[in-house]
């Protein structure tokens, strides 16, 4: 209640690795476009008891979010799909009609389907010119053979073209259902009353039957896997180097976690210390950072990146961050290592737990997958 705001999300249990046939084509991505403000369509009942079409153009909704002065976007995951609007408090009741109208009765309209089109290819070529997207996506390509997240989320431009509009409806048929469904609010209201009005909205959305989604397990990896590209839009070596990972609710997750905050989750962690901030130093690794991914869906990573001046000191730091690593086995963490990560991660943890889009994201995404909030 500290500011008259709310954060309103709608969390879809449905990203780009659970596409089936489709994948490769980023239609999960592709449809959010559209769905986040385009027009709907629906039957409403009067009180006559008849029922009639009723809905709002792509204008309409455009007009009825800027009265409310919300912010709003999506975003479209390997996992997921989310759809929010921040705005006054006082709004919230519109921005949950607006999400669930979004969500149960999308009219694709052709026009908009075949304009968004453009726009995900345009999007799709801006990324192949972001030297870190590219480095990132040539990273997962290489990690991963079997597993779907190997594809990109937004598809490739070949297999976008294909996708018609009764593809996309049908997709959206099948998957926008409110099992797949979290509804996640923060911010400065009364949550029984916003109960009360998600249960007006999305009430009378009908379950279907869904299939359960299968995902092919990454076979266990027996080499060194190393590839090099070169990028035109950069004149530094972007490096990602890692490991196969753990799911998120394996035993060792903490203590892989602990040892990413130790080796780079600030500048006094091991590797910054050592090669970025040493210098003395001919290779530098500019930005080193560590990361233990666990999504809930496996094909996790634990991950270093860094960018450096030349590809030779690239290899050069790749072969001495991996001996780095491995220093962990006999020059053992010590107390002050690790309370000094603590500290540093409970700043990360309070900066977030202060934004109402991360606070809400972190409650649904746990409702959805883990059926904790407060994972």
């Known amino acids: ?63 009825l979010l800027k009265s409310i002065g919300g912010n709003s976007n999506a975003a479209t995951f390997y ?28 009219q694709f309209d052709p026009v908009e389907v075949e304009r968004e089109q453009r726009v995900v290819q345009q999007e799709l070529l801006r990324n192949e010119d972001n030297p870190g997207r590219f480095r990132n996506r040539l ?10 997240v190997r594809i990109p989320i937004i598809g490739y431009v070949d297999t976008i ?17 409110p099992q797949n469904c979290v509804v996640s609010i923060v911010g400065d209201v009364d949550k029984e009353v916003m109960l009360e009005e998600v249960k007006a909205r999305f009430g009378g959305w009908k379950r279907k039957s869904l299939a359960p989604y299968m995902i092919p397990e990454e076979p266990q990896q027996s080499s060194p896997r190393w590839v090099e590209k070169e990028h035109g839009s950069t004149k530094t070596c972007l490096v990602t180097m890692g490991v ?20 780079g989750i600030a500048a006094s962690a091991r590797l ?18 560590c990361s233990n991914w666990t999504p809930v869906f496996g094909s ?26 491995g220093r962990l086995k006999t020059d053992l963490v010590t107390e002050e290592e690790l309370a000094r990560s603590l500290k540093v991660l409970g700043k990360y943890y309070y900066q977030g737990r202060a934004k109402l889009d991360s606070r809400a994201e972190s409650l649904a995404s746990n409702l959805a997958w883990l059926s904790d909030p407060l994972y």
């Open 139 to 148: 990273f997962s390509e290489t990690m991963f053979k079997v597993h779907p």
């Open 300 to 325: 996790g990573r634990f991950a270093i990146g860094f960018t450096t001046d030349t590809v030779e000191h690239a290899r050069q730091l790749v072969e001495e961050i991996w001996a780095e690593m």
């Open 244 to 263: 196969p990972s753990i799911p998120l609710q394996h035993p060792d997750l903490y203590a892989l976690d602990a040892m990413s905050n130790v080796l």
């Open 1 to 63: 209640h500290a500011t008259p705001i709310v954060h309103v999300m709608a969390y879809m249990k449905i990203g780009s690795i659970y596409e089936g046939e489709y994948l490769g084509s980023g239609l999960s991505h592709y449809m959010e476009h559209i769905v986040s403000g385009g027009s709907t369509r629906r039957q409403e009942a009067g009180e006559d008891g008849t029922t009639a079409w009723a809905g709002r153009t792509e204008e309409e909704n455009k007009a």
């Open 79 to 106: 996992n997921y799909t989310q759809y929010y609007i921040t705005t006054k408090s006082d709004m919230a009741d519109t921005a949950v009609d607006l999400i669930s109208d979004y969500l149960q009765n999308c």
């Open 272 to 289: 910054p210390a050592k090669f970025e901030n040493d210098p003395s130093r001919e290779a530098i690794a500019n930005g080193i950072g």
């Open 161 to 177: 073209q294909r996708i018609t509009r009764d593809d996309m409806m049908r997709f959206y048929d099948q998957h926008y259902t």
